[in-house]
């Protein structure tokens, strides 16, 4: 009864250096998140629980810079709002669903959103969710594209398209 | 691994290179260091992560990575890796992507002996560090905050929990934490069996690494995925204080640490980051055998002055729960029905309602999609997911997410986890004195207060009694593990409770022999809320239970059997808990027998430390009946 639960993530990233440099976009650079299977009995469930098995990749090695995204384990800023927004996708459309809610929060604050902009920046994303989620599952890609398209046509928050 | 032996000539071969003038001055500050004796002082033992030996005296470094130190010896010589630390800082070795200078390598080193000896530039240049700089500038620290996820449902195991620091930033605040970063000790691997996992983890066959990640993630992890709330602690720590932490974390990020779970786990560990930053803290001192980690926040909150502010992040399930008290149950029924696919969203039934009723429907729909889904239960599609929220967007009402309220009693400010039991009792007429030691953790009966509900981990609960008139103390009962996950069903929740409980106990035969047999039992169960009664005050429940008991006294040295139980745990008020239970085994196999019991346990707290429990049994095992009563004073440390 326990061991269908998901419960692992483990993070991966997904290209080396070499592909990135090629191929300069968020799928090349993402932190995409990985489901597994979870053996989980009873013995591990006593036992696993101080811990968190995580893969190397999470470390912030000394060689790292590694990964194309991250520099010694911290997010390059080029790549700051791809790589929260390929992060929390889910999350971001629920806030975006009703206007509110930490993630949207984040968001605004990574586009430099100023605080007498947050509202409207809040009801724009609401007001367009089905364009900027135009599919049930929109690429990274996508979903920057149009954001910038929905912030370009709306004249208080244009200034802000650049900035994505 | 050849790479590191090489990294590690270039790393020894530099000071080599140095001018004899460099020689001099580092002849004069190894001087210094002597007579002030640097090694010995607790900043620079903690920098090496020395630690007493429990077994025997002396100290050794936890750190399990020749690449920590700097002398051949630096495992166990103090003095010896100050000194080649000393003369490794000569070394002008330009930055590189694969490798940093020494000053930069052990940065946290350098900028406190730095200050001890006061480094003479012009004699000792400093080498400018680029990457920890970069690093130090995107992490842009301002405060650092201790995070604390409590158990989650229906694994009482979890409770231990798990600790990680977060560091945030400068331009964060409550609504943005999302942005932080956050520092995790675990061990590296990418084990999937989890029983290789627990048995190697015991003996600490993984390494144990650092890790820096955003902090989102982390929140996915545990909230959304695990759903565990979240305990924030933030810490006073001055810049000055911050500024150190990051730069041992930068000395530690690529050292292995052979991680062991119960002494050497993140809590511990994390603990002693907080000692380099806070010179003084004494933290990790008490946590000579295990390291629980609530018990290692409790060290933290234990600090005066230490906590700025505790805030509370509330998982998925516990904010649909919240949902669901503001809700009727057609309401709710509604929000279920789009979930299994019952209803659309066209469905008039939901467009009947107020546009805020209808957000309420859909914001719990939604959340109970992802909670199904992050539990494995129910793959909700994503386009339904979608239309779940495309119909949400439309709605032109506010956030209908609820205020979830904090709970009254932190996890920092539960009961403690030992407890020492005195008492007096008389089991068939035969009167005893007894005493109980339970190293850890917390039972069905204790207060809950900062505990999960329902929820109940012993780890060696020991029972001792002497009989009027034996001339000696006998053990009772011996139980190295008791797990019970009590988890009430509902319509939204539909967890299977379970327990498990192995050790040695007393059986009584027909000639009034009692000896002393191994006992392995558990199975599932079932559980509901009392009508009426909200967060599992009030439970009946009912398990199936098979157990195995082994014994020279047995026909065939054992017996197995199974059979049902049947309870009702309840609070008669916020002291007193009651629980009621009938349990029947027949074994079939092996030494055929019944054994029956009648059983009201009842708890009232003194205090948050202390309370008194009241048994009443009535018992059978083979052909005897016998009462039995006890009153036990409790003793939390």
């Given at each position: 009864m326990l061991n269908k639960k998901l419960v692992v993530v483990a993070l991966m990233l997904s290209f080396p250096v070499g592909a990135m440099a090629a191929n300069e976009n968020v799928g090349g650079c993402g932190w995409g998140s990985k489901l597994m299977d979870g053996n989980r009995g009873i013995a591990p469930q006593v036992l696993a629980v101080t811990t968190n098995g995580t893969s190397g990749n999470q470390t912030f090695g000394i060689s790292s810079g590694t990964s194309g995204c991250t520099q010694d384990g911290v997010v390059k800023s080029s790549w700051?709002?791809?790589?929260?927004?390929?992060?929390?996708?889910?999350?971001?459309?629920?806030?975006?669903?009703?206007?509110?809610?930490?993630?949207?929060?984040?968001?605004?604050?990574?586009?430099?959103?100023?605080?007498?902009?947050?509202?409207?920046?809040?009801?724009?994303?609401?007001?367009?969710?089905?364009?900027?989620?135009?599919?049930d599952s929109p690429t990274t890609d996508q979903m920057l594209a149009s954001l910038k398209q929905v912030l370009a046509t709306d004249s208080e928050l244009a200034k802000y398209s650049q900035s994505i | 691994?050849?790479?590191?032996?090489?990294?590690?000539?270039?790393?020894?071969?530099?000071?080599?290179?140095?001018?004899?003038?460099?020689?001099?001055?580092?002849?004069?500050?190894?001087?210094?260091?002597?007579?002030?004796?640097?090694?010995?002082?607790?900043?620079?033992?903690?920098?090496?992560?020395?630690?007493?030996?429990?077994?025997?005296?002396?100290?050794?470094?936890?750190?399990?990575?020749?690449?920590?130190?700097?002398?051949?010896?630096?495992?166990?010589?103090?003095?010896?890796?100050?000194?080649?630390?000393?003369?490794?800082?000569?070394?002008?070795?330009?930055?590189?992507?694969?490798?940093q200078n020494p000053q930069c390598r052990f940065i946290a080193r350098y900028h406190w002996l730095k200050k001890e000896l006061h480094f003479d530039p012009e004699r000792l240049r400093e080498q400018p560090c680029k990457r920890f700089n970069q690093w130090r500038a995107a992490l842009d620290p301002y405060q650092i905050t201790l995070v604390f996820p409590a158990a989650y449902l229906n694994n009482p195991a979890s409770m231990y929990g798990h600790t990680l620091l977060r560091i945030d930033g400068k331009n964060q605040d409550e609504h943005t934490r999302l942005l932080a970063y956050s520092i995790s000790y675990a061990a590296g691997t990418d084990e999937t069996s989890g029983l290789v996992f627990a048995v190697r983890g015991l003996f600490g066959g993984y390494p144990g690494l650092f890790a820096i990640t955003p902090y989102y993630i982390k929140v996915r992890e545990y909230s959304d995925i695990e759903n565990r709330d979240v305990w924030e602690y933030q810490l006073t720590l001055t810049p000055g204080e911050i500024d150190r932490l990051l730069m041992h974390v930068w000395e530690l990020g690529p050292i292995r640490f052979d991680y062991y779970f119960f002494d050497e786990n993140c809590a511990y560990h994390l603990l002693s980051l907080l000692e380099v930053a806070r010179p003084g803290l004494e933290l990790t001192d008490r946590f000579r055998w295990w390291a629980i980690p609530s018990d290692t926040v409790r060290a933290v909150t234990d600090q005066p002055g230490l906590i700025k502010r505790v805030v509370y992040r509330p998982a998925t399930a516990t904010i649909i729960r919240q949902r669901l008290t503001q809700m009727d149950v057609r309401q709710s029924g509604l929000a279920r029905g789009l979930v299994e696919r019952k209803i659309s969203t066209a469905d008039d039934r939901l467009h009947e309602l107020p546009p805020r009723e209808q957000a309420r429907i859909l914001e719990l729909a939604y959340d109970?999609?992802?909670?199904?889904?992050?539990?494995?239960?129910?793959?909700?599609?994503?386009?339904?997911?979608?239309?779940?929220?495309?119909?949400?967007?439309?709605?032109?009402?506010?956030?209908?997410?609820?205020?979830?309220?904090?709970?009254?009693?932190?996890?920092?400010?539960?009961?403690?986890?030992?407890?020492?039991?005195?008492?007096?009792?008389?089991?068939?007429?035969?009167?005893?004195?007894?005493?109980?030691?339970?190293?850890?953790?917390?039972?069905?009966?204790?207060?809950?207060?900062?505990?999960?509900?329902?929820?109940?981990?012993?780890?060696?609960?020991?029972?001792?009694?002497?009989?009027?008139?034996?001339?000696?103390?006998?053990?009772?009962?011996?139980?190295?593990?008791?797990?019970?996950?009590?988890?009430?069903?509902?319509?939204?929740?539909?967890?299977?409770?379970?327990?498990?409980?192995?050790?040695?106990?007393?059986?009584?035969?027909?000639?009034?022999?009692?000896?002393?047999?191994?006992?392995?039992?558990?199975?599932?169960?079932?559980?509901?809320?009392?009508?009426g009664s909200h967060e599992g005050k009030s439970v009946y429940y009912g398990f199936l239970e098979a157990a195995l008991d082994v014994g020279k006294r047995f026909d065939q040295d054992y017996a197995m059997g199974m059979g049902p139980t049947l309870g009702w745990l309840t609070n008669i008020s916020d002291r007193w808990r009651i629980n009621l239970y009938a349990r029947s085994l027949r074994y079939g196999l092996g030494d055929a027998h019944n054994a029956r019991e009648l059983t009201l346990e009842q708890r009232y707290s003194l205090n948050r430390q202390s309370a008194l429990r009241l048994g009443l049994h009535r018992k059978q095992e083979f052909q005897d009946y016998w009462n039995g009563v006890d009153i036990l004073l409790q003793y939390y440390f």
């Open positions: 700051k709002t791809a790589m929260f927004i390929d992060g929390n996708k889910t999350k971001l459309a629920r806030d975006m669903s009703t206007g509110s809610g930490e993630a949207l929060e984040s968001l605004a604050k990574l586009i430099g959103i100023q605080d007498q902009h947050k509202a409207a920046f809040f009801q724009v994303t609401k007001e367009n969710f089905a364009r900027i989620f135009s599919t | 691994m050849p790479g590191r032996w090489i990294f590690l000539f270039i790393l020894l071969w530099q000071p080599l290179a140095v001018s004899a003038a460099g020689n001099t001055y580092l002849n004069e500050l190894v001087e210094q260091a002597r007579r002030e004796n640097l090694a010995q002082r607790s900043e620079w033992l903690n920098l090496l992560h020395y630690k007493s030996y429990v077994y025997w005296p002396g100290m050794r470094s936890l750190a399990d990575d020749p690449a920590f130190f700097n002398a051949p010896d630096g495992k166990t010589d103090a003095t010896a890796e100050l000194e080649a630390t000393l003369a490794v800082f000569f070394s002008t070795a330009e930055e590189t992507d694969k490798a109970y999609a992802t909670y199904r889904s992050a539990s494995g239960r129910d793959m909700t599609t994503t386009t339904q997911m979608h239309e779940l929220l495309l119909a949400r967007s439309r709605l032109e009402v506010p956030p209908q997410r609820p205020e979830v309220p904090v709970p009254a009693v932190r996890p920092d400010q539960g009961h403690k986890t030992s407890r020492l039991a005195l008492g007096v009792g008389s089991r068939g007429g035969r009167h005893f004195e007894e005493i109980s030691l339970r190293p850890t953790y917390h039972d069905l009966m204790d207060d809950d207060g900062g505990y999960t509900r329902g929820a109940q981990i012993e780890f060696f609960n020991m029972t001792w009694r002497h009989y009027r008139g034996d001339d000696s103390l006998r053990l009772e009962e011996f139980t190295p593990l008791n797990i019970v996950s009590l988890s009430p069903r509902d319509d939204f929740f539909t967890p299977v409770s379970w327990k498990i409980n192995v050790g040695w106990t007393r059986k009584h035969f027909a000639d009034n022999d009692e000896p002393l047999m191994f006992r392995a039992s558990g199975g599932p169960g079932l559980a509901f809320n009392m009508p």
